[in-house]
């Protein structure tokens, strides 16, 4: 068999993940490489790690990438902090707070779980109420769950884990860079998130920032590594090497202590993409990231489609949509993707089949693109002999983008 | 602080890793982005999948990689496969061989170590006689030591041990694809390697391959994910969800079961790699390593530097020089790295300070890049005071390629 060169087709994502990376941001792809202890791979280092306290808004110590995909960074923070027996309060209201159970489960911690009716979240008293008669060492919950697109409120939370000397791990895989999210104000412990939403980065790097809280447990499970001792021992030492990270901040501190061979290329791709997030400014990206969200939903329900899930916590990046009744939703995210080059989600677990996740994050979550989705589903469900309310979708958005961008004076 | 476009120094790269990056997997690495379940991704998928079975030259199930730097994947095999107690002999010459006796240690297992003089290797026979004492589960060896520069003959431990139903498991990081490398023909249940050396990509994959004697262990230990089945348990579970083979082999099979987002631009520049090298074929690039290594230690030779190790296991892809008395070996590397843009690699442990490491692999193993390190390391030693044959080296190399690639009659 012969194999040439990548020829792939054009494609519009309007997933939730990955999606389009800022063209910039392929640019710096293709830098060439340089060694991972030349001193402009450290400068790199060290001004990814600034720019990424400035996405976290945050004033800890530690904040880096781990080389691995969005998991990778949420399996290093539990597995390097549980130990076994440690109570974890989980409230679960999708299908990435089972992920956290799972790593729970294999850090050896004990699960204490919450479950809502997926397309709700919880009321953070009620998450309260949990932890009291709990009372965990780690509350670990998403922020932003794909699967049902919710996002769950975490400052009610956050207070009161402080104030009661609980840690708060956060997975903001989903919104860190598209959704408002504030570390320090917000008392959040822990946050990962991951570079291929709405940080607009390939998949590959899973950034994140923890602060003295975590660390100092860190400092307790830390173990010298073999080679140097090979009589060194911790009892409570961390059970993953390339988790461990009481060594990976050893590796991005000012003493650089090898731990792996940092990943060059996607090294360039976080910096660019972070350098552009600064040069946008983190507010006016949230506010680009609201508008499209809105703007899609409003042509959603000018088409006459039903959206799923509770209003009030909808995650601006994602909105789902209920498959009409009578069709199949496969058959419309084939069509919407061999013929209009879009690509858009299915679900997963009790949503399976039920409804189209649609995606507006990062360097996706742009105007055309939310244009063009409308146009593609309208046109869609009315080949598959759906209902619709022919051309109101894009000129409901239309009209949306023309009033809060650039107020014009139609002619008649 | 204002930070610019990535504007990055032109460097030829000498080191063990991460080497230059050939330059049609820069190119690749531009493409956009494509969803992880889009039909043309998953063809990538296979293609890669294949190709890494060419490159691994195996005839297993299974080959593709996990997503995170070389040590990312000897980890997900070792904590794949020991279980608490199981014992593992683990024979040691250099720094690597000390990280998997970490992981075996971490992953619960009890490492039975052997260790050898930093420039040797072990006679086969003396390893298969601890083996022998010791009957463990998994012998757990390093092909090439980048840290001594020494290759350990694998074939005759390959035999006993699967004569004696013992797993061996091997860290090819530093040689696949540009050393011999037979995993089927030496009887190797699992390999694992890394892009960053012999095959021309950046860091951040590390490319595996296990047969059916380990796929019996992961589907004992296998764990149904939680949000599928809460109630679901496994007392022998492996105790990673990113790590998990298991789980990963069942994403990277027709069945797509979804795990982690694999990486996407990490994968195209994965399979442009690997393409690349089917073009020019495994024993050819073989060839050009093992070329280019000889004129690389027929340079240092002739300019008179002494070279480290035994001469029979050197490993064609990394030379070791030994720092000559009275000079700084970082001063060295500064001058290289500044004026000539060139560089070469330290040492760690009892070599720390007293060698460099040149490496001449992957896209770096290449006619050129040989000659200018030699010059620059001529000059630099000169300007040092150190005193070398002056002009040797270049002529001695570039006497050997001529004659070597293209014998030509010299005009008097």
């Not at 901040?249 to 000012?254: F, H, V």
């Not at 009030?312 to 013929?339: D, F, W």
């Not at 046109?379 to 051309?391: I, P, R």
């Not at 000129?395 to 961008?405: I, N, S």
Request: hydrophobic share 40%; glycine share 8%.
């Amino acid at each position: 068999m012969e194999y040439k060169e990548l020829n792939l087709p054009s494609r519009t994502i309007m997933t939730p993940g990955p999606v389009e990376a800022d063209p910039r941001v392929l640019r710096a792809l293709s830098t060439p490489i340089i060694g991972q202890f030349d001193p402009q791979f450290l400068n790199i280092m060290d001004e990814t790690s600034d720019l990424l306290h400035y996405v976290f808004q945050t004033e800890n110590k530690r904040a880096f990438p781990v080389d691995g995909t969005s998991r990778s960074g949420i399996e290093a923070v539990l597995t390097s902090i549980i130990e076994p027996g440690d109570k974890v309060v989980v409230p679960v209201f999708g299908r990435f707070g089972y992920l956290l159970t799972e790593m729970v489960d294999r850090a050896g911690g004990e699960t204490y779980l919450m479950e809502a009716e997926w397309g709700n979240v919880f009321d953070p008293q009620d998450v309260i109420t949990k932890i009291k008669q709990v009372n965990p060492k780690v509350v670990a919950v998403v922020h932003g769950e794909t699967s049902t697109g919710r996002l769950q409120p975490l400052k009610e939370i956050g207070e009161f884990c402080r104030e009661n000397d609980i840690l708060l791990v956060v997975d903001a895989v989903a919104t860190l860079g598209g959704v408002e999210f504030k570390t320090d104000e917000w008392n959040v412990d822990a946050v990962i998130t991951g570079t291929q939403k709405c940080l607009a980065v390939p998949t590959g790097m899973a950034p994140l920032t923890y602060n003295d809280r975590i660390e100092r447990i860190l400092l307790k499970r830390k173990k010298i590594e073999r080679g140097l001792s090979m009589e060194a021992q911790n009892d409570r030492k961390i059970q993953s090497n390339y988790f461990d990270l009481s060594q990976i901040q050893d590796y991005w501190s000012p003493d650089r202590l090898n731990h792996h061979t940092e990943s060059t290329t996607m090294l360039y791709a976080l910096r660019e993409g972070l350098r552009v997030i600064k040069e946008e400014g983190i507010e006016n990206r949230i506010k680009r990231h609201t508008k499209h969200g809105k703007a899609l939903s409003i042509g959603l329900k000018a088409m006459g489609v039903e959206l799923f899930g509770e209003e009030q916590n909808k995650m601006p990046v994602v909105t789902i949509v209920k498959v009409p009744e009578g069709i199949s939703e496969q058959a419309v995210r084939q069509i919407m993707l061999n013929e209009f080059g879009i690509e858009i989600a299915g679900a997963f677990g009790p949503l399976k089949g039920k409804v189209w996740r649609i995606g507006s994050m990062g360097y996706s979550s742009r105007k055309n693109n939310i244009l063009h989705v409308l146009g593609a589903l309208e046109s869609t469900l009315t080949y598959f002999g759906v209902k619709v309310n022919k051309g109101d979708a894009a000129q409901a958005a239309l009209e949306y983008y023309l009033e809060v961008d650039n107020p014009v004076v139609r002619t008649s």
